[in-house]
């Protein structure tokens, strides 16, 4: 919701590690103004076909409202990605959340903030009810809870948790090493 900004230096990291990194608002894919899914697979298409990019499946990243993006589609987007990270993911928008854990075709990391009250838009009951359905459904999806942590943990600004974020981190680079290594 707060535009691309406050990720730059994210993408940034990631790309040190060696990775084609591609910043986009989710306000972009996470929307009712316009085609979401459309406008991945056409970030994806455009990012392949770049002189950096490369071809094959990619992983994506989101966080708040880019992580609600992920969940609507790009977990089931199993043709062009490989695993999903998201970081205090957005689900307010979901009616059904065991049908939106329902569509999930990767493996999916959500990494939320116990104390997360942000607009309502991405508490820690709906992430346990995912986790509950993914559970029921044997679906690939890991659930890690900061207890302490509040939205955006990982952010420079009064909520940041270095501890939290160090964890998150690793985490995310623990999915990319295992489900997309660098070539």
Known sequence: QS????????ATQVA???????LIDGKDILTRAQDGAQNLRKVIAKAQASPNGAPGK???IGFSQGGGGVLAHAVA????IVAVVVHYPATSWARNLAGVVGRIQMPVLV????RDRYN???LIEHMREMEAAAKAKQIPLELVVYP???HGFNLDGR???AGDSADAWRRTTQMLAKHHPVK
């Open 120 to 122: 309502n838009c991405c």
């Open 148 to 150: 302490e942590a509040d």
């Open 16 to 22: 040190e590690l060696g990775y084609y990194t591609v």
């Open 58 to 60: 990619v992983m994506v």
């Open 111 to 114: 990494l939320a903030a116990e």
């Open 77 to 80: 987007m199993a043709d062009l």
């Open 3 to 10: 535009g691309t900004p406050n990720y730059r230096n994210y």
């Open 159 to 161: 909520q940041y948790r």
